[in-house]
C-alpha cells in the first residue's frame, strides 16, 4: 500500500517550458488537493477535487490547471512555468465521510 | 471557513507537556477543528480533529473551549521527535483544508 505517490520528487525548468505533477493515491479516496509550500510558510490550497472528473479552484489557482480523468490519479499543469512558481508541492487525498488527509512527500520544483 | 491564528514558535522541554494553542474566534457551529504536523519538509501528518468536545487519541489530546473559539493541543509528553511545525485548522464539511502558517514547535533536550 503506497499511499500517496508525487512523480517526480524534483525537477527544474526553465522560464516558459511546461510540465506536469502526477499525484496517484491507492486508497480509493474521492478527495484530492494540490498545495504549494514556499520557504517558511504554510500550505496553500491550488486546485481540489471532489470526485472523478470534477475540479475546483483553492486559494492560489492562477498559472495552473489541473485534470482528474480517473479517480487514483491528479494531474498539476504549469503551461509557461515562471520563477514565481519555484516551491514545493504537495497532493493530498481524503476518503468520503472521514476526516483524515493523506499527503504525498512533495515535489521540489525550481524554475530558473 | 474561520481564520486560525497560531503563535509563530514555542520551545518544550523534551518528557513535558507541550501545549500548543489555537484561536479560531470566528468558528461557525458546523466547522471541526483539525491538527497536523509537518516534520522537516515531508508532508504533513494528521494528529486530531474534534467539533466540540475534548479528543484523545495515541498521539495527543484536543481540547475546544465551550465557545468553541480557542483550542489547544496537547502532546502529554514531548519528545525530540516532536519537533515540527503544527497546523490548526477550521474546516467545515469535507472539502476544502486551508492552512495557515502553523507553530513551529522545538523540543529541547
Known amino acids: 500500500n503506497a499511499g500517496v505517490t508525487q512523480t517526480p520528487k524534483f525537477r527544474v525548468l526553465k522560464t516558459g517550458q511546461s510540465m506536469t505533477l502526477l499525484c496517484a493515491q491507492d486508497?480509493?479516496?474521492?478527495?484530492m488537493y494540490w498545495y504549494r509550500q514556499d520557504p517558511g510558510m504554510g500550505l496553500r490550497l491550488i486546485h481540489y477535487?471532489?470526485?472523478?472528473?470534477?475540479?475546483a479552484k483553492g486559494e492560489v489557482p492562477d498559472g495552473y490547471n489541473v485534470s482528474r480523468l480517473k479517480k487514483q490519479n491528479f494531474l498539476l499543469g504549469l503551461e509557461s512555468a515562471a520563477p514565481s512558481q519555484t516551491s514545493v508541492y504537495f497532493c493530498?487525498?481524503?476518503?468520503?465521510?472521514?476526516?483524515?488527509?493523506?499527503f504525498g512527500q512533495g515535489t521540489r520544483l525550481t524554475v530558473v | 471557513d474561520a481564520k486560525t491564528t497560531q503563535p509563530p514558535s514555542m520551545d518544550c522541554a523534551e518528557g513535558r507537556a507541550a501545549n500548543l494553542p489555537c484561536n479560531h474566534s470566528t468558528i461557525s457551529g458546523n466547522e471541526y477543528v483539525y491538527w497536523y504536523r509537518q516534520i522537516h519538509s515531508q508532508g504533513p501528518q494528521y494528529i486530531i480533529h474534534?467539533?466540540?468536545n475534548n479528543e484523545t487519541n495515541e498521539m495527543a489530546s484536543l481540547i475546544i473551549t465551550e465557545d468553541r473559539k480557542s483550542s489547544t493541543l496537547i502532546l502529554p509528553h514531548a519528545t525530540l521527535r516532536d519537533t515540527a511545525v503544527y497546523y490548526c485548522?477550521?474546516?467545515?464539511?469535507?472539502?476544502?483544508?486551508?492552512f495557515g502558517t502553523g507553530t513551529r514547535l522545538k523540543v529541547l533536550a
Open positions: 486508497m480509493n479516496h474521492e478527495y
Open positions: 485548522i477550521a474546516q467545515e464539511g469535507t472539502y476544502k483544508y486551508i
Open positions: 477535487s471532489v470526485g472523478e472528473g470534477t475540479t
Open positions: 474534534g467539533l466540540k
Open positions: 493530498a487525498s481524503r476518503d468520503r465521510g472521514r476526516t483524515e488527509a493523506f
